[in-house]
């Protein structure tokens, strides 16, 4: 009839007209690890997130990387303009207005929509957000801090005919939180005059070789990045009176004030203070980032500034093959961790083509990690709660296996910062699960039993095979075994494995009445509070400039099973600086943190190193700059020559390990040894002879 042939006819165009759509994230989970859905999102709250454009001729991009920072090619110190970089790499004209066409006919005004080199900064309600990606926002809420996200619940999804443009969406899925490779403390104020095992700027300038009186001219500019954290100018100012330390000419606060929501103030505190007071009269500028932005949206601010800083030190860190835990997506286009860190490489690759220093803290939980890793680490069985607290100093048995009915495993306590682990460790029947475990086992007197710094251990009077295995409340409770198919020994960090930053690992001294008489890799098994981080990428592949150095560690005989790393891929710290027993000044006024009482604190971190040897950098630029020659720029390349051509502007580091991380012992892990290593790089800097090269190198 007529009827239905209008009918069909209405049909066919609804077909024809029906918006094919991909999709480029997705979240259906109420929980994911830590994070707990808690409530709808409202209609009209702002929400910022990035589009990440697919770029143009990134070969060419990274050959003029490797030639700048090449101190033996024609075009060393070349460096490019951002303007350059842009007509290099950037997206067509047309692909890019056909992306900006799309969010103003979705109710994103032009001012709220923002291009820039790669990518468009979109800032906008989540009423409009929802109707760009078809999906459903929600608020997530962190069992752990307290602190919300709005991010996406279900399948985020964009057109089709975009998808050959639109490489990936950052800022709507991702659920980022404990990134920071915090500095260590036990919170002990330091009473009395300092020990001389404490380090202080002076310690440092002395036994680095750093000439007295080394102060820049002003011409230099550095940064400090931070993420949902904050450092107090109250806590600044009693530091530089203290130790006799001048103010930079210029401090400026980049970030909003998160000290009113109880963010952290040690990792900035440390940074600003060290920072400046290595690199002393360096303008510095404190580039905060809020909670859930991550290094690709410090590397893509870094690169919009008109006058960025040129060496600049982050102390933040994640397992490099678990990036998506903590950013965009990754289901777009079979989207994962790799093409993550491949894109924010592309973005730090940029910064060192503009000539800028990126130096990144190494981790502080060796080569096993903790936050982030899965764990699978056979503990080492003479090494029982090494950072003391315990009621034992021995367990015959330290670990145990717990696995639920879908089959996810925990490894206890090395998993403990697993995602798998977090999940398990809130419900309360794992904890039932325990008591069962625990009664069905009570010859062996088992129990957890908590370290100096709450972190747990499981103790046993019986061998782990004496230990009956436990089937209840959706758990099963097992002895650990270990198994190469239920993930890696060891686990990556990163941005400190991307070969395009200068990876810095932490050491500690030994003292004898009051000198120093060895430095050696920062480890817990020393008196450390930490542990250096160190390793090999799981897929970024070795960079040519380390390659020699590598292959003589390789050759040295002592490594870990062949079959926990892969030789073949960047190997990292390339250099290393004491981490151990910094004194920091922090505020422990609640009603202003911003101001004092401020009481000294030791720290441990491979985030006291990377900044304090940044501020050394900075005074090179200094001297560049002020002779007329090109900043530093990338200088890993400069680094590994340096080693060949002057060895003695480094001091080896031949005494360490790091198997453990910062609370437990695995079996295995890396040993220092003569020449490059995965605890130390090529070895602490002798600064006043690494100077002189660099100069020399640039022509001063």
């Not at 608020?139 to 639109?166: C, F, M, N, W």
């Not at 910064?351 to 699978?376: K, Q």
């Not at 686990?491 to 930053?501: E, F, G, I, L, Q």
Request: glycine letters at 8%.
């Amino acid at each position: 009839t007529a009827k239905t042939i209008v009918l069909l006819f209405i049909a066919i165009i609804a077909t024809a007209t029906a918006e094919h759509r991909s999709s480029i994230a997705s979240r259906h989970q109420g929980t994911v690890g830590r994070w707990i859905i808690a409530d709808d999102a409202h209609d009209n709250e702002q929400i910022s997130f990035k589009i990440m454009l697919k770029q143009r001729n990134i070969n060419q991009l990274e050959k003029a990387f490797w030639e700048i920072s090449d101190p033996k090619h024609p075009s060393f110190g070349n460096f490019m303009t951002y303007k350059e970089i842009h007509e290099l790499v950037a997206p067509s004209p047309r692909s890019v207005s056909r992306v900006l066409r799309w969010l103003n006919n979705n109710g994103v005004s032009r001012t709220s929509a923002l291009y820039y080199t790669g990518h468009i900064q979109v800032r906008t309600t989540v009423a409009v957000a929802s109707k760009l990606f078809a999906v459903d926002f929600v608020k997530y809420r962190s069992t752990v801090s307290g602190k919300t996200l709005t991010r996406i619940d279900g399948e985020a999804t964009v057109p089709q005919h975009l998808t050959d443009i639109i490489e990936f969406v950052s800022g709507i899925s991702e659920l980022l939180e404990q990134t920071r490779i915090h500095p260590k403390s036990f919170d002990t104020e330091v009473d009395g005059p300092l020990d001389d095992g404490y380090i202080t700027p002076s310690v440092l300038k002395s036994y680095y070789a750093v000439p007295e009186g080394a102060e820049a001219t002003g011409t230099s500019f550095q940064g400090i990045a931070a993420f949902d954290d904050f450092f107090s100018m109250g806590a600044l100012e009693q530091f530089q009176k203290q130790f006799g330390v001048s103010a930079p000419p210029q401090l400026i606060r980049n970030g909003s004030d998160c000290f009113p929501e109880s963010c952290d103030q040690y990792e900035s505190d440390l940074d600003v203070q060290y920072m400046t007071a290595m690199g002393a009269g360096v303008n510095t500028i404190f580039l905060g980032h809020d909670n859930g932005e991550w290094i690709l949206d410090w590397a893509l601010g870094l690169q919009a500034m008109a006058n960025p800083p040129l060496v600049n030190s982050i102390s933040y860190g994640w397992a490099e093959d678990q990036q998506c835990e903590i950013t965009s997506g990754c289901q777009s286009f079979s989207y994962n961790s790799q093409q993550y860190v491949n894109r924010t490489n592309i973005e730090i690759m940029k910064l060192g083509n503009m000539g800028l220093t990126v130096l990144v803290s190494d981790g502080d939980d060796g080569a096993p990690s903790l936050g982030g890793s899965n764990g699978n680490c056979p503990l080492d069985p003479a090494t029982y709660c090494p950072t003391g607290g315990c009621n034992h100093t021995r367990s015959s048995c330290n670990e145990l296996i717990f696995e639920e009915k879908n089959g996810t495993l925990c490894f206890f306590p090395m998993g403990v910062g697993s995602e798998s682990c977090a999940s398990m460790l809130q419900d309360q029947n794992l904890e039932n699960a325990l008591e069962a475990f625990f009664e069905k086992n009570a010859n062996c007197d088992p129990n957890l039993e908590y370290d100096r710094t709450q972190d747990p251990h499981f103790y046993s009077s019986c061998q782990c095979s004496d230990l009956k295995e436990v089937t209840s409340n959706g758990y099963t409770i097992k002895k650990y075994t270990f198994d190469q198919n239920n993930g890696a020994i060891f686990s990556a960090d990163y941005p400190t494995s991307s070969p395009y930053v200068t990876s810095v690992g932490a050491t500690q001294f030994l003292w004898k009445e009051g000198k120093v008489t060895a430095e050696l890799g920062a480890s817990i098994l020393n008196g450390a509070k930490i542990t250096t981080g160190g390793g090999f990428s799981s897929f970024q592949p070795q960079p040519k400039y380390q390659a020699e150095a590598v292959q003589s560690f390789l050759n040295s005989g002592t490594l870990p099973p062949s079959w926990s790393y892969n030789s073949a891929m960047r190997g990292y710290p390339d250099i290393a600086f004491n981490g151990h027993n910094y004194i920091i000044s922090a505020s422990n006024n609640t009603a202003d943190l911003d101001t004092c009482p401020c009481p000294d604190l030791p720290v441990d971190g491979t985030s006291c190193s990377s900044p304090a040897l940044a501020g050394l950098l900075s005074l090179i630029n200094d001297k560049l700059i002020a002779g007329g020659a090109k900043p530093l720029g990338f200088i890993n390349q400069i680094l590994y020559q340096m080693a060949v051509d002057q060895p003695s502007a480094f001091t080896d580091i031949t005494q360490g390990n790091n198997r453990c991380n910062r609370s437990y012992c695995c079996k295995y892990g890396y040993t220092a040894t003569n020449g490059w290593d995965p605890v130390s790089g090529l070895g602490s800097p002798v600064f006043d002879q690494m100077e002189a090269y660099i100069l020399k190198l640039k022509g001063l």
